[in-house]
């Protein structure tokens, strides 16, 4: 996009959002924020099969007495160069609760983690995902109490709604009240929307300032090194009423907006929408090529929890084939993942599991000592939005031996890593965490369950002992991931078919011009046989594969196959 369609894209956009404003003088703030926030030189990173991300907090590595961003970095060079290309940084700004999702200031990093030096820092040696938490905002933060206290700035930056009107179609992903009753220094009653919590407070972009301070964050953290920026729960940005206020037309058009903005100043990051919703509407955010440029996998984390707890990979199969049935935008992708700082969401696989499926997860967390928290539905019923367990926890059996845990475990995160998409590992499942049942309880927070803070030394002396559970788990998967970057057939770009195989085994064949690989992942504990009119030799064992072989209890095997050719 050149400047001139630009230009015509931002007073379209404009005029549709804002159709009584005075649309050219907005227009002329964000030319202004544009010029602001020129880049400095910097260097293109090809999204290729090299790019695997990290998702941590900013002080999930901590050590008494220092900053933990300086201490994540100090980890990271220590135990990650060579496998994590990227890290995702869960919400480094000050905040009030929900664990940085609910921020005082997108402009300052908390000061109990560092500064922006530790970023720039972090940045030099690793790619990094920023949050953007823009739906909504702390109560605690300058902007909302410069709205209870009159300041004539923030006066539309909330939505202040009649308690009265009708919310029955409006999407609620929390039992929570819509509305949260505040006074203002007037003594006046507000009834503010807040979709996620009371100290959420929905930001309103009916009103074209918060569209501009948006612009303006937005493009704060690219200039500041973010490489790829997350759009946290954006589906909820704009609310009409009598509709449900979730995925409307003018969320999309904002998207654009945002996405059109960001590559004129810094062609090379990368956006990605946070939508825990089913299938379509998740991807929709893809656009036509012009919203994000990678969406997340939201079924994958559940469907292959399903696979090896029932020791059948039939749902996932016919998950994954469904989307060899659909065209995606050029130059788009998804963020796949197994687990992450929330739970194993449930709505994705609304239409891919039965009630009966869901059920027997649902179940199955619950006997690992996991928690599920629940949502309200359009009818005042409740149904599971998601599961709360650490994801090695979901997989063990009590009481087995690591040698179980770790096979099952690493051949999960196969999966993880041969789908067509970018992989992305939670810190707790490359360091061989459980549930931290403690931090569940004494906290009252389900998602608490997932998001221990690991103390560096402990952390370091575990993966430096042989045959500790963290070490073995740690050993396992950056073995994946190193064999991964080297393969160009893994590349996001590489094609992708589900093959035909046993309920026991799940495989695809990732294929690339002078590359193909045949992936397959035995589900279940039990030796099962492998057929496929291939020979080859496997990444993962060097062994040489001749169309037929055993795979042992959650074995994977990557062949490449001998004549490489397009196929």
Same mark, same amino acid.
């Given at each position: 996009?050149n400047?001139?369609?630009?230009?015509t894209?931002i007073?379209?956009?404009?005029?549709?959002l804002y159709?009584?404003?005075?649309?050219?003088?907005?227009?002329?703030?964000?030319?202004?924020?544009?010029?602001?926030?020129?880049?400095?030189?910097?260097t293109?990173?090809?999204l290729?099969?090299?790019?695997?991300?990290?998702?941590?907090y900013?002080?999930?590595?901590?050590?008494?007495?220092?900053?933990?961003?300086?201490i994540?970095?100090?980890?990271?060079?220590?135990w990650?160069?060579?496998?994590?290309?990227?890290?995702?940084? !869960?919400?480094?700004?000050?905040?009030?609760?929900d664990?940085?999702f609910?921020?005082?200031?997108?402009?300052?990093?908390?000061?109990?983690?560092?500064? +922006?030096?530790?970023?720039?820092?972090?940045?030099?040696?690793?790619?990094?995902?920023?949050?953007?938490?823009?739906?909504?905002?702390?109560?605690?933060?300058?902007w909302?109490?410069?709205?209870?206290?009159?300041?004539?700035?923030?006066?539309?930056?909330?939505?202040?709604a009649?308690?009265?009107?009708?919310?029955?179609?409006?999407?609620?992903?929390?039992?929570l009240?819509?509305?949260?009753?505040?006074k203002?220094?007037?003594?006046?009653?507000?009834h503010?929307w807040?979709t996620?919590?009371a100290?959420?407070?929905?930001?309103?972009?009916?009103?074209?300032?918060?569209?501009?301070?948006?612009?303006?964050?937005?493009?704060?953290?690219?200039?500041?090194?973010?490489?790829?920026?997350?759009?946290?729960?954006?589906?909820?940005? +704009?609310?009409?009423?009598?509709?449900?206020?979730?995925?409307l037309?003018?969320?999309?058009l904002?998207?654009k907006? +945002?996405?059109?903005?960001?590559?004129?100043?810094?062609?090379?990051?990368?956006m990605i929408?946070e939508?825990?919703?089913?299938h379509q509407?998740?991807?929709?955010?893809?656009?036509?090529?012009?919203?994000?440029?990678?969406?997340?996998?939201?079924?994958?984390?559940p469907l *292959?929890?399903?696979?090896?707890?029932?020791?059948?990979?039939? +749902?996932?199969?016919?998950w994954?084939?469904?989307?060899?049935?659909?065209?995606?935008?050029d130059?788009?992708?998804?963020?796949?993942?197994?687990?992450?700082h929330?739970?194993?969401?449930?709505r994705?696989?609304?239409?891919?599991?039965?009630?009966?499926?869901?059920t027997?997860?649902?179940?199955?967390?619950?006997?690992?000592?996991?928690?599920?928290?629940?949502?309200?539905?359009?009818?005042?019923?409740?149904?599971?939005?998601?599961?709360?367990?650490?994801? !090695?926890?979901?997989?063990?059996?009590?009481?087995e031996?690591p040698?179980?845990?770790?096979?099952?475990?690493?051949?999960?995160?196969?999966?993880?890593?041969? !789908?067509q998409?970018?992989?992305?590992?939670?810190?707790?499942s490359?360091?061989?965490?459980?549930?931290?049942?403690?931090?569940?309880?004494?906290?009252?927070?389900?998602?608490?369950?997932?998001?221990e803070?690991?103390?560096?030394?402990a *952390?370091?002396?575990?993966?430096?002992?042989?045959?500790?559970?963290?070490?073995?788990?740690?050993?396992?998967?950056?073995?994946?991931?190193?064999?991964?970057?080297?393969h160009?057939?893994?590349?996001?770009?590489?094609?992708?078919?589900?093959?035909?195989?046993?309920?026991?085994?799940f495989?695809?064949?990732?294929?690339?011009?002078?590359?193909?690989?045949?992936?397959?992942?035995?589900?279940?504990?039990?030796t099962?046989?492998?057929?496929?009119?291939?020979?080859?030799?496997d990444?993962?064992?060097?062994s040489?594969?001749?169309g037929?072989?055993?795979l *042992?209890?959650?074995?994977?095997?990557?062949?490449r *196959?001998?004549?490489?050719t397009?196929?």
């Open positions: 996009m400047k001139s369609q630009l230009k894209l007073r379209e956009t404009l005029t549709q159709p009584q404003e005075d649309n050219q003088a907005i227009a002329a703030k964000i030319e202004q924020l544009i010029q602001r926030w020129k880049p400095r030189a910097h293109a990173v090809p290729d099969q090299s790019r695997i991300w990290m998702i941590a900013g002080d999930s590595i901590c050590a008494k007495g220092a900053k933990p961003l300086a994540l970095h100090q980890f990271a060079k220590l990650l160069k060579g496998t994590i290309s990227d890290i995702h940084l !869960l919400p480094m700004f000050p905040w009030s609760s664990d940085g609910s921020v005082v200031d997108y402009r300052q990093i908390d000061p109990n983690l560092g500064q +922006w030096s530790d970023i720039e820092a972090l940045a030099g040696d690793f790619n990094l995902m920023f949050d953007f938490v823009i739906n909504h905002i702390s109560q605690h933060s300058p909302f109490q410069g709205y209870l206290r009159g300041e004539p700035r923030y006066q539309n930056y909330f939505i202040n009649d308690p009265n009107d009708d919310y029955n179609q409006v999407t609620r992903p929390r039992t009240p819509l509305l949260t009753p505040f203002r220094v007037t003594g006046e009653n507000a503010i807040t996620f919590s100290d959420q407070i929905d930001l309103n972009f009916h009103e074209p300032e918060v569209l501009l301070e948006s612009i303006d964050v937005l493009l704060e953290y690219a200039s500041r090194g973010a490489q790829a920026i997350r759009l946290d729960a954006v589906g909820f940005l +704009w609310k009409e009423k009598n509709s449900s206020c979730i995925h037309p003018q969320t999309h904002i998207i907006l +945002w996405r059109a903005i960001l590559e004129e100043t810094w062609p090379d990051c990368l929408t939508t825990n919703v089913p509407e998740n991807i929709s955010y893809l656009g036509s090529g012009d919203e994000a440029h990678m969406v997340y996998q939201f079924p994958l984390p *292959t929890l399903h696979a090896f707890l029932r020791g059948d990979a039939s +749902w996932l199969r016919q994954a084939k469904s989307l060899e049935q659909e065209t995606f935008p130059n788009t992708t998804f963020f796949n993942f197994l687990a992450s929330d739970g194993i969401g449930l994705p696989v609304e239409n891919i599991l039965s009630t009966e499926e869901k027997f997860l649902v179940s199955e967390v619950e006997r690992k000592q996991g928690r599920i928290s629940w949502r309200t539905n359009p009818d005042g019923s409740q149904s599971p939005y998601e599961m709360n367990i650490n994801f !090695l926890s979901a997989l063990s059996e009590p009481g031996g040698d179980v845990q770790v096979a099952r475990f690493s051949a999960a995160h196969a999966i993880l890593f041969m !789908l998409g970018v992989p992305a590992i939670y810190y707790h490359l360091l061989g965490s459980e549930n931290d049942l403690n931090g569940m309880k004494t906290s009252g927070i389900n998602r608490r369950i997932n998001r803070k690991l103390d560096f030394a *952390t370091h002396q575990a993966l430096i002992t042989s045959g500790s559970l963290q070490a073995r788990i740690y050993t396992a998967l950056s073995k994946l991931m190193r064999v991964r970057k080297q160009p057939a893994f590349s996001p770009s590489a094609s992708q078919q589900v093959l035909e195989l046993p309920k026991a085994l495989g695809v064949k990732r294929q690339i011009t002078g590359e193909t690989l045949y992936c397959v992942v035995n589900v279940t504990g039990i099962q046989s492998l057929s496929l009119p291939v020979e080859g030799t990444l993962l064992t060097g040489t594969f001749n037929v072989c055993q *042992t209890g959650w074995q994977t095997v990557w062949i *196959t001998a004549t490489q397009d196929e």
